[in-house]
């Protein structure tokens, strides 16, 4: 069976088999919750005596999993995207699980200013705008309040098509000459109503007002895709995710 196919029932099952094989003995294991996340992190083990592994769910399978398998197995870690735990309480305690400094890892790489300068003079041939990190994050801030709106549950949307699961598209929305972007044109591409877009849209302007740190409220995924259309706007033949697997060789 392909990885990309596991249930997170069959992994725990994989998993206790590897614990109890010998040569398992004086391995660790490090758990993170994303399939691109084991590209990066394996980097920076000794895979000597580390094994890093996907674990499907997300990062409540993540916990789960360290929480059931610490019981068997000391040696393990996990690894999980902090998401917006730092803006909430920065009180975490999950027993063996490590937050990224930032949202997630892939802003933990786009503020490193040498690998995210790195990724910039691969795709454009002039030097990048001054304050060029600060800028794009201040232009998709109004996408980032809402995705926080909603994880304090203030509001209730989804942020992917239904009959694909694939993220509602940012496609045509930047204006990158004049550094704009259509909010409202992606309030209208998700699934909401009329009502809704309204409550959205004061809850928005309330909040532009509350001073957030932006490397903890924007999804590094929305500014990565970002990029993939900022590169593609000045020519580069880019697909999605180019930016993120650029930033992962590069960090």
Known sequence: ???????????????????????????????????????????????????????????????????????????????????????????????????????????????DEEVLNSVLSEYLDNKPPENFLENKLTLIKKLSYLKYLNSIDLISIKFTKEDSNKSVSLDKLFDFKNNKFDFEGYLLRLSISKSEFRNIKNKIEEGEVESFDLLQLTNGHDLSRLLDLYFRDFGENIKNGDSEKALRLSY
């Open 1 to 111: 069976m392909e990885q990309s196919q596991i249930t997170y029932s069959e992994k725990i099952s994989e998993l206790r088999l590897d614990f109890d094989h010998p040569q398992n003995n004086d391995v660790s294991f490090i758990f993170v919750e994303g399939k691109s996340d084991v590209k990066l992190y394996r980097k920076f083990f000794d895979l000597s005596c580390c094994k890093v592994e996907w674990i499907p769910g997300g990062k409540i399978k993540l916990e789960k999993c360290i929480s059931d398998l610490l019981e068997i197995k000391g040696s393990i870690i996990g690894i999980r995207d902090a998401d917006f735990l730092h803006l909430k309480d920065d009180n975490y305690t999950k027993k063996n699980i490590f937050l990224t400094d930032c949202h997630d890892v892939e802003m933990m790489m786009l503020n």
